[in-house]
Nanobody, 127 residues
């Protein structure tokens, strides 16, 4: 069992930056693939980024590639999503999740591939 708690969301202007944190408890996050998803009002939950167990491979949705960076700090059992050059279309509730699925199938981009989820944190990008 893994418990995930996100933080770091808020209101930011277009072009600004935010860093989301996802603190894990119960088991080390490096036993899992970590994913970040987001869900805007009236839309389905969509894949944003994933980082593999070693932390050396990351994958991103085309809409965030070059602007967002996924990382993990094993000493504090925390995953991060650093978001730069934010756009209004990035507005959503952001979720972190972990997957015990096979490493050689990285990245996993479907919500159903993930086993444990955080509660979400709201990110609003508006001037």
């Amino acid at each position: 069992q893994v418990t995930l708690v996100e933080s770091g969301g808020g209101l930011e202007q277009p072009g600004g930056s935010l860093r989301l944190a996802c603190v894990g408890s119960g088991r080390p996050l490096n036993l899992y693939e970590q994913g970040w998803f987001r869900q805007a009002p009236g839309k389905e939950r969509e894949f944003v980024a994933a980082i593999n167990r070693s932390g050396r491979k990351a994958d991103y949705a085309n809409s965030v590639k070059g602007r967002f960076t996924a990382s993990r700090h094993d000493a504090t059992n925390t995953a991060f999503l650093t978001m730069n050059n934010l756009m209004p279309e990035d507005t959503a509730v952001y979720f972190c999740a972990v997957s015990a699925s096979l490493e050689d199938e990285f990245p996993h981009k479907a919500p159903g591939d993930y086993d444990f989820w955080g509660q979400g944190t709201q990110v609003t990008v508006s001037s």
